[in-house]
């Protein structure tokens, strides 16, 4: 069983930049693949950004260059590191693992960009 928990949402202003938290259950981000996924209103969840057990990372088109996302496995913690905010960037961000088969999410933290 895989518990992650998101934290750093809120409102922000165009050009803004925040810093998403998601802690993780045991000793996992050395061993396994994590993700950052983003629901905006209305649309489907698409993924964000990736990084494996290696450390190697990819990223969706729309946030290349102004997204991070990072971790740090002494605190079992995954962060993705938001600069450049514009209003499409507005959706509920979600940490994600897959393990063993079994897709593991946590609750999502709100992210709205607007003046």
């Known amino acids: 069983q895989v518990r992650l928990v998101e934290s750093g949402g809120g409102l922000v202003q165009p050009g803004g930049s925040l810093r998403l938290s998601c802690a993780a259950s045991g000793s996992i981000l050395s061993i396994n693949p994590m993700d950052w996924y983003r629901q905006a209103p209305g649309k489907q969840r698409e993924l964000v950004a990736g990084i494996t057990n290696g450390g190697s990372t990819n990223y969706a088109d729309s946030v290349k260059g102004r997204f991070t996302i990072s971790r740090d496995i002494a605190k079992n913690t995954l962060y993705l590191q938001m600069n450049s905010l514009n209003p499409e960037d507005t959706a509920v961000y979600y940490c994600?693992?897959?393990?063993?088969?079994?897709?593991?999410w946590g609750k999502g933290t709100l992210i709205t960009v607007s003046s």
């Open positions: 994600h693992c897959f393990r063993f088969g079994v897709h593991y």
